[in-house]
């Protein structure tokens, strides 16, 4: 008698793939508390200021870690929010289990963690003011419908991290996945067999092979333990509900879920002006249409011109008005700002740097612990270096800096006459609006308050 096993579903081999080899596989012990540029982007307080133009407190927030995997992001959200509670939820129970021993041995009791689908978080029976879904939302068959499940359970003035891989950064990648899939590597959840043998097929492969070149490295080419390279194997080239998207299936998903979108993760390294030799002097075609395009079109405009990005990583939230930029704030806005340091930048090794630099007359590299730019570091001059020394103890009124400044610089160097209060004014504003085009200060009018 022939006994029929029914095939496997693509959730099944999702979760099996996830239950034998748990994502990311850093080891418990690692902690990312010297990481400050993940941290910096994993703080509620960036997005949060990105969209509303306040600085938010953390304690007390509710996060949610969708599809959490291993626990290492919700790890980093612990580290990153304090006094946050942090849930996760996935629908690996192996990667549940590893999930709630790192919190554990790290010190973070107020999580938890539980083995469910995204579609099923309702159940939980909680709001959230942040939730980050990482690397998760391009396997559901129908991510707006992800989105959606998200957005139900958000807070009003909530904020979630989603991302899509990039169908044209990926395209070798899904090539590869076509042939294993030809080969029948990918009927069921790929174990040590399939990793063998698409082992075995690179290796013999001769090197100008082009599906080699693009998507192949040896375990000598990837540092590390042998996991890491059993990673890159499941995670690229037999990796199961892999899907690529475009920067308009982006937009459009967030349409369809009824959700704003806030900004890209990693929003300095797409600006389409930064492709061109002299960004001061842009071909005349290309200046007016950018001056009138969307978001969404300079986006796209970017992915079709250097495709570099694997993940198009953003950030989203309900349909509301955003806060004003300080761009569009008027003379009275700048009067009452008040000036918040990242909380990121607020280091006792970056103080000390700062310190040194002020003592010395060297420039001072603001962007060495978040390095947010693409082209160069970030240095502004002692004098400026020493103006914004007091947000290492707190925020501080726009006009505390300037008093400081005027003291610093106390003549004018092209008069020699003493730099009158004004001029001090205008000086700081000038190097605060330059900060917070990077998000290392935070600038907020004091009528409106901090929104915690």
Same mark, same amino acid.
């Given at each position: 008698m022939i006994i029929s096993v029914p095939e496997l579903t693509e959730f099944d081999k999702i979760r099996q793939q996830f239950d034998y080899g748990p994502y990311p596989r850093i080891p418990i012990d690692r902690s990312p508390s010297t990481d400050h540029q993940t941290l910096y982007f994993h703080n509620l307080v960036t997005p949060y200021y990105l969209k509303y133009r306040r600085v938010i407190d953390t304690q007390g927030k509710v996060i949610l870690d969708a599809g959490c995997g291993s626990g290492y992001n919700a790890l980093v959200l612990a580290t990153a929010n304090p006094g946050a509670k942090i849930v996760g939820i996935d629908i690996s129970e192996e990667s549940i289990k590893l999930a709630q021993q790192r919190l554990h041995h790290h010190g973070f009791h107020d999580a938890e963690f539980h083995v469910l689908p995204i579609e099923n978080i309702a159940e939980l029976g909680m709001k959230f003011d942040y939730i980050n879904c990482d690397e998760m939302l391009y396997l559901l068959p129908n991510p707006a419908e992800g989105l959606q499940w998200m957005k139900a359970v958000l807070k009003p003035k909530g904020l979630i991290r989603a991302n899509l891989h990039n169908v044209y950064q990926r395209e070798s990648y899904y090539r590869a996945q076509a042939l294993f899939k030809l080969m029948g590597l990918m009927n069921e959840s790929p174990k040590e067999l399939e990793e063998e043998i698409v082992t075995d097929t690179m290796n013999a492969l001769k090197d100008e092979v082009r599906l080699k070149k693009q998507t192949w490295k040896s375990k000598e080419e990837l540092p590390g333990s042998p996991e890491k390279f059993k990673e890159f194997l499941a995670m690229n080239?037999?990796?199961?509900? $892999?899907?690529?998207?475009?920067?308009?299936?982006?937009?459009?998903?967030? #349409?369809?879920?009824?959700?704003?979108?806030?900004?890209?993760?990693? !929003? #300095?390294?797409?600006?389409?002006?930064?492709?061109? /030799?002299?960004? @001061?002097?842009?071909?005349?075609?290309? *200046?007016?249409?950018?001056?009138?395009?969307?978001?969404?079109? /300079?986006? &796209?405009?970017?992915?079709?011109?250097?495709?570099?990005? #694997?993940?198009?990583?953003?950030? *989203?939230? &309900?349909?509301?008005?955003?806060?004003?930029?300080? $761009?569009? !704030?008027? @003379?009275? $806005? !700048? %009067? %009452?700002?008040?000036? &918040?340091? &990242?909380?990121?930048? *607020?280091? @006792?090794?970056? /103080?000390?740097?700062?310190? #040194? *630099?002020? /003592?010395?007359?060297?420039?001072?590299?603001?962007?060495?612990?978040?390095?947010?730019?693409?082209?160069?570091?970030?240095?502004?001059?002692?004098? %400026?270096?020493?103006c914004l020394l007091p947000l290492w103890d707190g925020p501080q009124p726009i006009q505390t800096l300037a008093e400081r400044y005027q003291k610093v610089r106390s003549i004018d160097p092209e008069t020699l006459q003493p730099l009158p209060a004004t001029a001090a004014f205008v000086a700081v504003k000038g190097l605060l609006n330059r900060m917070d085009a990077f998000l290392y200060v935070l600038l907020e009018t004091s009528s409106a308050g901090a929104i915690g």
């Open positions: 080239l037999l990796f199961v509900g $892999d899907k690529g998207f475009t920067i308009p299936e982006t937009f459009a998903m967030l #349409r369809a879920a009824d959700l704003a979108f806030v900004n890209l993760v990693n !929003w #300095r390294q797409w600006d389409i002006v930064e492709l061109f /030799k002299d960004a @001061d002097n842009l071909p005349a075609f290309w *200046c007016m249409s950018l001056a009138e395009a969307s978001a969404e079109e /300079k986006l &796209h405009a970017f992915e079709l011109l250097h495709p570099v990005h #694997r993940l198009i990583d953003f950030w *989203c939230a &309900h349909p509301e008005a955003d806060g004003t930029p300080v $761009d569009e !704030w008027d @003379d009275s $806005d !700048w %009067q %009452q700002a008040i000036v &918040h340091l &990242h909380p990121q930048l *607020c280091t @006792d090794t970056l /103080k000390a740097e700062l310190i #040194r *630099c002020i /003592k010395t007359g060297e420039a001072f590299e603001i962007s060495r612990e978040v390095k947010l730019p693409t082209l160069a570091p970030v240095f502004l001059e002692p004098s %400026q270096a020493a």
